[in-house]
Structure formats: structure tokens, C-alpha cells
């Protein structure tokens, strides 16, 4: 009877061991944990699904996130966040090396814009501008990031803030680098958004910077466009994934702007 529970009481200090890792790192993976730990990653994998099963953790692809109740941010865009979950890390970490200290940098709202601004985390002094939650909540914190929040009207499904307010708060800044998320992309034609609201002011944050980059999974590419945002000739870097339909790239290495696949 000893042994079994001094074997649960060292399971239970190493599952707290492995919640106060993803504490100070938001997030990890399995090759970090089990070097931490110095436990096997059969070990690892098994205390994963466990606080996985007690709501403690969200389970990513090669590691976990950890799961914060008070988080409105995760409990609106967690599920969002894991379509397309790898791509759109690597497009956010692209588009973090376009990104240098001392920039101004306009980013809008949305699950692919929220990688972003965990990627800028190690950037150094940046001033942020953005109508997002997510991105107050991944960088506010951060010391060296002044954070600009624009606000207006509160939308609770994209945790963001839209309106003639919003728009005329943008107008009244200049930035080095706008970083913005679309619905759509249509070579020859432009950038969409799927509300009014978003695209006019995604149109606005673009239109206040000197550089924009465009991030966009694959299935943006193509898609069905609504409300215009940015002609294709205003934008210049398109940040997108390689599971692109080769035709479609065809078409985007004829456009103005450069193409990056990450």
C-alpha cells in the first residue's frame, strides 16, 4: 500500500511540475518536457492526456498548452486556433522576422494575427497597434511593448473592437508595418472580408503603414471575397502555407507583391 501511493504522490508532483512549465511558458513540447523532467515520453504523454482529461490542458500538436479559466481569449479562439493550427504558427513566425525593435507595427484581429503576436514576444521595444484583445493579452505584459488599443464598438465574437470610431483612432497613427488577417484573397483583385465592419477597418490598419503583410492560410487563397479590403497592388508581402493549389500559385507570382510560402 506504501509504494502505490508513494508512486500516485510522485505521478501528482510530476503533472504539477509539468502545469508549472506550461505556466511560465504558455506552451511546450514533449521534447522539453521530457528533458525537464528527465522522464521518459511515454511518461510525459500519458500525464499529458491526464490533465488533459482534468480540463488543465489543451493538447497541441508535439506538446500542450495550459488551459487558463480566466482567459476570454483562449475560450473564444482555442477551438478556432486549431485549424490549420501548424501553418499558421509557421506563416506568425514568418511574418515576426519582418518585424525589428523600435518598429511601430498595426496589426488587426483574428486566431492568425494572435500567433503573430505570440512570435513577437523575443522582438524587443516595439510600439503595437491593434483593435485585438488577443494581442494585448499575448504582449501586454511584455515590459517593452507599448501597446495601442484601439477602441470603438466591442465585438465579442472576434474579441475586438470595430466602428467609425475604430477608424478614426488608425487615421491618426503612422506605421512602420501593418500585419493583417483576410478572409479572402482573389489574384487580380484584392483582399475580402467577410463583414463590413472587419474589412473597413482592416482597410484602415493597412492603409496607415508604410509596409503591409498580408497572413493567410491556404484556404484564404482563393476563396470567396465580399467586402473589399486592400487591392492586390497595395499589398506587399503575402505570407501564406505550401499546401497552396499549385494554379493558384501561378497566379500570385504574377502579382506586384512578393509571394512567401511558409
Known amino acids: 500500500m506504501g509504494n ?8 501528482r508532483q510530476r503533472r504539477e511540475k509539468i502545469v508549472d512549465i506550461l505556466r511560465e511558458r504558455e506552451e511546450a513540447d514533449i521534447g522539453l518536457l521530457v528533458k525537464k523532467l528527465n522522464s521518459s515520453e511515454a511518461t510525459i504523454r500519458r500525464d499529458l492526456n491526464a490533465l488533459e482529461m482534468d480540463d488543465r490542458i489543451i493538447r497541441v500538436r508535439g506538446g500542450a498548452r495550459l488551459i487558463n479559466p480566466e482567459s476570454l481569449v483562449t475560450k473564444t479562439f482555442e477551438q478556432k486556433r486549431q485549424i490549420m493550427a501548424a ?21 488587426d484581429s483574428g486566431t492568425t494575427i494572435w500567433r503573430v ?4 514576444k523575443e522582438k ?30 466591442f465585438r465579442l465574437s472576434n474579441l475586438d473592437f470595430v466602428g467609425p470610431m475604430s477608424i478614426s483612432a488608425v ?11 483576410v478572409d479572402a484573397l ?3 483583385k484584392g483582399t475580402y472580408g467577410n463583414d463590413e465592419d472587419s474589412a473597413a477597418l482592416t482597410r484602415a490598419i493597412g492603409k496607415c503603414a508604410e509596409k503591409r503583410i498580408v497572413v493567410a492560410d491556404h484556404t484564404k487563397i482563393g476563396a470567396r471575397g465580399y467586402c473589399q479590403i486592400l487591392s492586390n497592388t497595395e499589398i506587399d508581402i503575402l505570407i501564406t502555407d ?7 500559385v501561378k497566379e500570385l507570382l504574377k502579382e506586384s507583391f512578393e509571394l512567401i510560402m511558409a
Not at 503576436?117 to 513577437?120: F, K, Y
Not at 506605421?175 to 493583417?180: S, Y
Open 124 to 153: 524587443g521595444s516595439l510600439q503595437i497597434i491593434t483593435s485585438a484583445l488577443a494581442v494585448v493579452e499575448e504582449l501586454g505584459s511584455i515590459d517593452d511593448m507599448a501597446i495601442h488599443l484601439i477602441g470603438g464598438k
Open 171 to 181: 487615421s491618426g497613427f503612422h506605421a512602420d508595418v501593418a500585419i493583417i488577417a
Open 242 to 248: 505550401t499546401g497552396i493549389n499549385p494554379e493558384l
Open 186 to 188: 482573389i489574384a487580380g
Open 4 to 11: 502505490g501511493a508513494d508512486t500516485m504522490g510522485i505521478v
Open 117 to 120: 503576436a505570440a512570435a513577437l
Open 87 to 107: 501553418e499558421k504558427e509557421r506563416i506568425a513566425k514568418k511574418a515576426a522576422e519582418f518585424v525589428e525593435p523600435g518598429m511601430v507595427i498595426a496589426m
